[in-house]
């Protein structure tokens, strides 16, 4: 299922979400030009699980947890990402306050990326992408607005319909398939999707948003 949009209007422009996807565009126009040195620099800003077990400084630890959030494997990755955090992101940054919904997208990115360590623990393969940060961000508008529509695009067969469906349905089932196809990855270390980086960054999403709603602040 392919959503094309909501039906939940901001008041306030969505500044941070357009700031984010400007630095995700930039730095994979950046990693297009980078020809041979392209692998190291996912190797050195990428999210890599076994850097946390190697003797590397802290800062060599830590800085990928944020960098890899901006950066993306290919065209469709970036295509993907930027769509459903254009269709999501507004209405939470909206909700949050621009400066909360900053710490609330770096906050579910990083714990992305360690619960994606945690099922993939001692992996070499870079981990790239806005992905677990935009789980967050569906799984806060998951609850936030369950009743709002999402016109979405779905493949029926030989045919493809376009639909409205609930919230609350749409973003269930993406949560509930991205669970199973990590269930279908454990034992599959480092290959492929980070299902386990979408499963947590959705949680952490929800488990986050009761905090940073008590403490609503705006710039």
Partial sequence: MIPLRDDIPHIRKPVVTIIILIINICVYLYELFLGRGLDSFVF?????????????????????????????????????????????????????????????????GISASLIHALFNWGSKVPAVGASGAIAGILGAYFLMF?????????????????????????????????????????????????????IGGFLSGVVFLRFFLRRRTYW
């Fill in 44 to 108: 050195n800003y990428g999210f890599i699980p076994y850097k946390l077990i190697m003797p590397l400084s802290l800062h060599a630890k830590l800085i990928p947890l944020f960098t890899s959030m901006f950066m993306h494997a290919g065209f469709l990755h970036l295509l993907g990402n930027s769509l459903y955090l254009w269709i999501f992101a507004d209405n939470v940054e909206d909700r949050l306050g621009h400066f909360n919904f900053l710490i609330f997208y770096l906050l579910c």
């Fill in 146 to 198: 369950p009743r709002a529509r999402v016109l979405t695009l779905v493949p029926l067969f030989l045919f493809w319909e376009i639909v409205e469906i609930p919230a609350f349905f749409f973003l269930g089932f993406w949560f509930l398939y991205q669970f199973l196809l990590g269930l279908v990855s454990l034992g599959r270390m480092g290959a492929g999707i980070a299902f386990w980086a979408h």
